[in-house]
């Protein structure tokens, strides 16, 4: 049984909570035991973005800090350890501690208590008190060490004398309850006391349960007094409290302490239980419940609010069964769990003559039993086959049908076989038959259509056989037919159809070439025929048919779900998700060529093999964009322009040789190229989906992600196009924002090849064909501006705001100014734009117009320009006019400086840099 929506869910859940990364976590009540919660899940994943920019780190050690602490808030683990670990071995307690809840918490890195502890005790040894009582929790719990009461409540009373409500509740705990220390009431009411006095919520809850008599209670005042005097005049004696516990390992190899490792990929631990009994005419009926971590099992259920999803995933799992309508499903919040009531048709498959086969999935066989009234039992261990972040584990206990008898195992093709001839009534029996027809197809993916195996859900044909009488039907054969488009089918063959039951025939087309050499919808026929014996041994046949569309092979559906099928989910909307790797064409020569170049602009630096050398390869994929001038479109027909898809429709998408052709694309079109240009130089791809837009990320050597905005290229080189550097850090804060509000689907393209999404066959095109359609394949690569080294420059990019000119008649006309500037190896490149409205003396307004380049060089801080080429448009009529000077200097984020007229006028202007948009 496979549910892999569920793992899904499970997966986008666990990365909403991972991203939940606090500075520090809320104390645990000492008297909790062994019945601990479990560990919050480590906040990393395997598609982990990478860190483009090192923090800046104040030279005061407390300033440090406090930016660490800001980054852990933001959720920027990574960047934090850099500040944290230099901190920590030079001695710093504050540093000590928050790696050591990194460590125990698995906050950004590899969870490793034990690692924790020493971090935490080196910081205790200083007198840090939150690690003194993180310190205790991980004694009192047994948490990267041997659970020891007696250390815990030394830490604890230690924490308590400093006056701090958290050890003095904890202290009071433990000696309350004798857990490490004496048991004293008396006095371990008093420390709760205290601690209930500072507004501390559990103590009070301690005391409220407390039944005290009216001496004992006047007793605790008295204590409380005495040690809150204590307390207040520090008047504890240090040589009577105990020492901070240093482990045996810290003292033999004392200052050699291992570094966090960074987390890999985490596994979500789940479980599932089966109870299912085999009906007699083949049905499965029965209970499966998944328990899941509860942090998870919220954020799933906010994620799919309707738990019906799971119930369809499992007959498009299985197509060859269908899903009953009384079968439901359920969350039960107390248990974190999702309870399926299951009524599965024709789940069973009838070999004739009283023979029946079950083909497991993921099901381990551990033995067959008998119950007191004879019934047989099959008795499995589920494990799930789900990879990339679920890990499923149970028992599945079936009970076989009354009668059943020669139950048996067969490991090789893993099928459960057991004898029930039939024995009831010799009626005639009568056949009903469904017939389900996609309505669309892709012809891009014809090659998926015909991997029944794999992409089970991708049924184009299903018919649905059910004998509604009393007599037993015999040899049913069922076949299918698209058109041209495809050879009649096999037959599906069932060779006994006893009354009540259902078999189902899926149609799983193994279709021509040539379906992929369609440029628009056409609509084909899909016939199905089929054959049976009836009752009385005589032959019958029928057929049936439906006209449906075979889309042209640019044309790509988001889902494939109809609005009856479809639960309203984020990933009921993205059904078709992995099949977007089909127009990411991996062997494309066309492509090859375009990325060699860009590898070459790169000096070849061998992207497999280090991080540096993947970005600079990366980098200069883009940048070869850049050199060809490259432009965002965005999809015809979007009612919404502020989006970049619509999953709702059909879209239109190229091939990446198509988006070098025409040097424009839509996001998903440029993603497509991008991820099989990151193939072509050996790394891995992966694209992005989030509500209206599509990005690419490519997997680095280290594992880590790294995510670009590829619309980033805008309207060309000097028209709003970004900087790599900038494209990473909007993609990296879209990969963020998205997981934490868990809207994103994260398609692995190799992946989803290595399952069988083929690309279709492209015709051969010539060997110089780049060369044919003017692509510039010689440029230079930028210097890094941030992220990949180097510094930033303070004035490329795109810039907007306003230019002041003085009028002979007063006053001033207000230009709106847009600045595109660009460093190249000899200097900055500059194009200017701007219009303005200026009333004249009839009443009206003249409308002016300029775009102006410019070029120059940087002078003492000052961009120092003069314009090559001007043109000035007034109220529709082009003027051609001399060129002008301009000086910019950066102050406080805007561009500051003047344009200087040939008739000596000084427009002054005022520009700050353009947001990269969200597309």
Partial sequence: MRIASLARAAVAALFVVAVSVVAQAPPRQPNEGNQSNPPAPTPSISLQPRATTAPQQPQDAAQQIEAAKALLQKKEAQKALQILVPLAKGGNAEAQCLLGLMLQKGYGVAADAAVGLRWYTLAALQGHVEARFMLGQLYYNGQGTEKDLGKAADLFLLVASTGQADGQWAFGLCVAGGEGRRRDPIEGHAWLTLAARQGHAEAKRALDGARLSPGDAEAVRTAAATLQELITQRGFDENKLPKVPVPDGMVRDAGAMPEPEAAGPTTIQARMDIQGEMLANGDLRGTATVVLPEAVFREMKKLIPDARLFLRDLSSARSNQEIAADAKARYEDNEHKVVLDLHMLGAVENRGDGEWRWQTENHAFVGLGTEADGRQLATFDFTSDETGGIEMTGRAVYRLPAGASDARWNDNDKKLSYQLPYTGPKGAGRLKVQFDVRDRIMSCLYKVYGLDTGFAAQWVAKAVFTNTGDGVLRDLRVRFRLGDYSELDLWHKVPELIPGQTAVAVYHPVLKKQIAELTSTTPVNLVAEWQWTDSSGKERDDSDGRRISVLGRHEYVFSNLTEKESTGSYFDAFSNSDFVAAWVTRDDPVVKQFAAAANKAASGAGAPYSDEAAWKVLKACYEL??????????????????????????????????????????????????????????????????????????????????????????????????????????????????????????????????????????????????????????????????????????????????????????????????????????????????????????????HYQFRQVLEGQLQNGVLALRGTQKTLVVNGQQQMVQTDTMTLQERGGHLVGELRLPTGTIVTIDVQRQQQQQR
Wanted: hydrophobic letters at 40%; charged letters at 20%.
């Fill in 625 to 846: 964009w850049l050199a060809n001038d490259f432009t965002y479109q965005g999809p015809v027909g979007l009612a919404d322009k502020s989006l970049s898809f619509d999953n709702k429709i059909v879209q239109s998408m190229k091939f990446p040789r198509d988006v070098i052709r025409d040097r424009s694309g839509t996001c998903i079109e440029l993603a497509a190229l991008y991820c099989a240009m990151a193939h072509a130089v050996g790394l891995k791809p992966c694209m992005v989906l989030i509500p209206g837009h599509a990005f690419p990320a490519i997997r680095l050597p280290s594992g880590n992600l790294l995510p670009v905005e590829a619309t980033g290229i805008g309207g060309g080189k000097r028209q709003g196009s970004a900087p790599f550097e900038k494209c990473v850090e909007v993609a990296t804060a879209n990969y963020q924002k998205h997981g934490e509000s868990g809207d994103i689907i994260v398609v692995d393209i190799a992946d989803a090849w290595l399952k069988g999404v083929a690309n279709p066959e492209l015709e051969a095109l010539p060997a110089d064909i780049l060369q044919r359609w003017g692509t510039v394949l010689e440029f230079r690569l930028s210097p890094d501006q941030g992220g990949g080294g180097g510094a930033a420059d303070p004035f490329a990019g795109a810039w907007s705001g306003t230019a002041l000119q003085p009028l002979p008649t007063g006053g001033h006309a207000e230009w709106q100014m847009v600045i595109g500037i660009d460093r190249g190896q000899n200097g900055y490149q500059v194009e200017s734009a701007g219009e303005t409205r200026v009333a004249n003396g009839w009443g009206g307004s003249d």
